[in-house]
C-alpha cells in the first residue's frame, strides 16, 4: 500500500489582532486608531505602537493621556519604546498609546473637545459624542489583543500625587501584578462609573492605574517609578528575559480620604508628598496676608500622605491633601 503522508500539525500562533491588522511574530508597526476630523477637516489620528517579540508571550497595553494635559505619562511610555529599540521583547507583545486624547493634549487640557471626561465614557458608543467614539474604538479595536493594562496618569492642577497604582478592590489578578510592579503606593479603589477601570472590571484582565505628579508638568520621581515598574512587569512576565530585582515592598492601603480647608488663605505646607503621618500631626498652616496666623492643619488619622495640593492660595472646602491609610 502506498504510504500516506501525516498532515503536519500547523503551528498555533496566537492572534494578535489591533485596529483590524494582524501584527505577526517579530513585527514593529505603528497603526492609527481614526476618530475624528477637526473642524479644519485634517484628520485626527491616534498612533498605537506595536512590539511583537519571535516568541508568544503576554499582550501588556501600556497608555497614557487618557486627560489630555497629564503629560508624565507620556513621556513614561516615550521611555518605554526608547527602552525597547535598545532591548527588544524577548517574548509577547507590547501596544503603547502614548497620547490616547490627542485632543486634549493639542490644547493642554484634560477632557475632550466636547468638554467629557473621556475615563467617564466606556466602553463607549459607536455613534455617541466624540469621546464615546473614542472609548468605542479603544475597547473594541484594542483591548481585545491585551491580556494586561497599564493606564498612565497624573494630578488634576495643583494636585501633586505621590506616585501610586490603584486597582480594583477584590481584583487579586491586578493586586498581583502591582506587587510586581512594586510602586511605592498601592491603593484599592472603589469602582468608579464610567471608568475604564470599571468596564474592565467585568472582565478577567487585570487593569493598573498609575497615578503620579500633577498635570501639565513633568515629575521626575514619577517618572523614574512609572519606567522602574513597567520594565519590573516586562521581566516578571518573561516578556524581558531577566528576573527583576527583589521588590521594595509597597505600601498596600485600603482607604484614604482628602483633608480640606476650614479656612481661606495663604498655604505654608510643612509635610512631604508620601510622608507617612501620625494623627494630629501639623500637615501645613494656613495664614492670612497681614501676619495672622488661621489654622494649623493636622492629620485626621495615623497614614500616608498621597496627594499633596501645591496652590500658594487655599479657600475654604479646597482638598489640600489626600490621606491613605491600610
Ligand atoms: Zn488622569
Known sequence: MPRTKQP??????????????NVLPGEQITLDLQVAKLYTRTQVDIPV?????????????????????????????????????RRPLDRGTLIAIPVLNVFGFLAMQREMPDGRDLNRCFPGSEHGSL???????????????ADVVIDLHAGG?????????????????ALELARLFDPPVILSSKKIAGTLRHHLAKTDKPYLLFEGGASKQFDDLTTEEGVRGISRVLMGT??????????????????????????????????????????????????DPYGKSLNKVRAPFNGQVLCVNTSPVVNQGDAMFHIGKA
Open 8 to 21: 503536519s500539525t500547523p503551528k498555533v500562533c496566537k492572534l494578535v489582532r489591533v485596529l483590524g491588522e
Open 49 to 85: 505602537v506595536v512590539h511583537r517579540a519571535k516568541h508568544e508571550g503576554p499582550t501588556l497595553l501600556v497608555m497614557a493621556a487618557m486627560h489630555g494635559d497629564e503629560v508624565t505619562g507620556i513621556e513614561i511610555a516615550r521611555r518605554m519604546l526608547v527602552a525597547l529599540k
Open 131 to 145: 469621546a464615546a467614539r473614542l472609548a468605542h474604538a479603544l475597547v473594541n479595536e484594542v483591548l481585545p489583543a
Open 157 to 173: 492642577a495643583q494636585r501633586m500625587n505621590f506616585p501610586q497604582l490603584r486597582y480594583t478592590a477584590g481584583s487579586q489578578p
Open 238 to 287: 518573561k516578556m524581558w528575559d531577566q528576573e527583576p530585582r527583589s521588590p521594595r515592598g509597597a505600601a498596600e492601603l485600603s482607604n484614604s480620604s482628602w483633608v480640606r480647608a476650614n479656612y481661606s488663605g495663604l498655604l505654608d505646607t510643612i509635610v512631604e508628598n508620601g510622608a507617612e503621618v501620625k494623627k494630629g500631626e501639623v500637615l501645613a498652616y494656613v495664614n
